[in-house]
């Protein structure tokens, strides 16, 4: 095994060289848990507002956590109470795993690239490191729950004795799991691709709040806990919950199968600590790629003018001049600008999300599939605002109407070769989701019209009411600007609704004078209506935008 040298050696050193002097085995634990207790006392020490944020976070975390305990001790005797108990421990779980993944950020301690210069081994340090791991608010919010589900199922001596058991278990596969995770994922999550990953986590949440609100309805129906055992059965075998199923079996008298779940959660946490063990070993002798040095790619002779130069095969399969070259750089930065990779994967998932939610909850139909084009269609506005301050480069090139027409047609059309497809996919599997496929056509003519409303109004709205989006803050909108983007949003949506409104009547129409078979003509219409509003759009904001390049320039370069 090689080891990195503490006093500045660039590489790793030869496992036959004398090894630095080790820091001793028993210092480390209490070094540790004195890290971790001052990065806690430190939040203390921001600033006013933030300070506020973060005694606010702890206090509202440990309320409800002691009403989650509350709620599970009185659940205590209650028929399916294990179901319940056991599929909460797997989504913690699940927590526990994906959230170092989205907020590598939240626990300094989880990058052990900090600790690589230091004379360490890894076997001591992953003790330090896994007790340090067992403080903090999220920890206690663990413990809660493993303690409530506990004192919910176990019944009589042994179950008692067996709970000890499992809970200890259950939590330290967590904390072990979450360990594991961010050991064998840091140079990613530290890396660019890393923090575009953390971009997911608005969307994971808000996914995972809309099926906890579906689960929640799904449990005030009739069956109650009952329509929780299917998913129970199955979460019973994986691990931690698998401790936890193994008390209400001893509390049955089962105990040859709660022997069976306890050594299988045992060889869980044995093979997650060597996962651990494993990863955090090569993490400390194995350099970054920053130490690495790599080949610079070798440029082409030929010159770089068009998007076919310079996109690759995208490149060239988009249209030549200024239009293909616009759009090869609109979707470069719905990929590498975090903002707009925010707003595009925000899009792509709720637009999809919203059809699938409504008709699990029992009110959905085709037409929600139309989620689909007003998030897409979003996307078109506020365009010069997204360039930020860098917009002045394009504003040289827009000498005239012709020039500011196809700049915006090359966003346009950026949106529109994703959008197309994708509001497609959306309609015609909400159909078939829904088993409403006749539909399809009518639907997806709405659709497709609605998007091409929205990519009209918003060319209007970035050339008349503009605002900037700060690059360096967590805001969308600059200070002082909320009035002008709320203005920018809701009146185009309007309008965007209001030009739609023929081709809905006429849907509307057709359904109620009973022409059913002509529902059909709504698909070609949508996409004949929605393209021409589109190009009206275009035409009409192309002259506004080449007029107003200095106001638009100011107004976007502001924050």
Not at 130 to 136: D, E, T
Not at 458 to 477: C, H
Request: overall charge positive; proline content about 6%; glycine content about 10%.
């Amino acid at each position: 095994m090689t080891l990195t040298d503490p006093l500045g050696a660039k590489g790793p050193l030869d496992a036959s060289a004398p090894a630095p002097p080790a820091v001793p085995t028993g210092s480390l634990l209490p070094v540790f848990v004195q890290l971790k207790l001052s990065l806690m006392r430190n939040g203390l020490r921001q600033s006013a507002g933030r300070r506020a944020a973060y005694i606010t976070s702890i206090v509202i975390t440990v309320l409800f956590a002691a009403l989650q305990l509350l709620g599970l001790v009185l659940l205590r005797g209650t028929d399916n109470a294990d179901a319940l108990v056991t599929l909460l421990t797997a989504v913690l779980a699940l927590g526990w795993a994906v959230m170092p993944l989205f907020f590598p950020s939240g626990d300094e301690t989880l990058d052990p690239t900090r600790l690589v210069m230091l004379p360490l081994r890894p076997r001591p340090l992953m003790g330090a490191l896994l007790v340090s791991s067992l403080i903090g608010v999220g920890q206690l919010f663990t413990v809660t729950l493993v303690v409530g589900s506990l004192i919910a199922i176990a019944h009589g001596a042994a179950a008692a004795a067996a709970a000890v058991l499992a809970g200890v278990l259950t939590v330290l596969t967590c904390v072990a799991l979450a360990r594991a995770v961010a050991t064998a994922n840091t140079r990613l999550l530290s890396s660019r691709k890393g923090r575009d990953l953390a971009l997911l986590s608005g969307l994971f949440v808000a996914i995972g709040a809309q099926f906890v609100n579906v689960g929640v309805q799904k449990l005030s129906g009739a069956g109650g806990l009952e329509a929780l055992r299917p998913a129970a059965d199955i979460l019973r075998w994986v691990p931690p919950a698998t401790a936890i199923d193994a008390v209400q079996g001893v509390s049955e008298g089962a105990y040859g199968l709660a022997a069976a779940q306890f050594a299988l959660s045992t060889a869980a946490l044995a093979l997650l600590m060597w996962w651990w063990s494993r990863s955090l070993t090569h993490l400390m002798i194995s350099p970054d790629g920053s130490t690495i040095q790599t080949e610079k790619p070798r440029r082409g002779a030929a010159g770089a003018g068009s998007s076919a130069d310079v996109g690759g095969p995208l490149g060239r399969l988009l249209p030549a001049g200024r239009t293909g070259t616009v759009m090869l750089r609109t979707l470069r930065y719905a990929v590498r600008d975090p903002k707009a990779k925010a707003g595009w994967v925000s899009s792509l998932g709720v637009g999809l999300l919203m059809p699938v939610i409504t008709s699990i909850q029992g009110n959905g139909n085709v037409y929600w599939a139309c989620w689909a084009s007003g998030m897409l269609g979003m996307l078109m506005y506020n365009q010069f605002g997204q360039d930020s301050s860098a917009f002045w480069m394009v504003a040289q090139t827009i000498a005239s109407p012709r020039d500011a027409y196809e700049e915006l047609r090359g966003r346009a059309f950026a949106i529109a070769l994703v959008g197309v497809p994708y509001v497609i996919l959306a309609v015609v599997g909400s159909a078939a989701f829904m088993k409403e496929l006749p539909a399809a056509p009518e639907a997806l003519g709405l659709a497709l019209g609605l998007l091409g409303a929205l990519l009209a109004t918003g060319a209007m709205t970035s050339a008349l009411r503009p605002y900037s989006i700060p690059q360096d803050s967590a805001k969308n909108v600059a200070p002082g600007q909320g009035s002008l983007a709320w203005i920018s949003l809701i009146g185009g949506m309007v309008m965007g609704a209001l030009l739609c409104a023929p081709l809905l009547g006429l849907t509307i129409w057709l359904h109620v004078s009973g022409a059913h078979s002509l529902l059909w003509v709504v698909l070609p219409l949508g996409v004949v209506y929605g393209a021409a509003l589109t190009e009206a759009g275009l035409r009409l904001a192309a002259p506004r935008t080449a007029g107003r390049l200095p106001e638009i320039l100011a107004a976007v370069s502001k924050g």
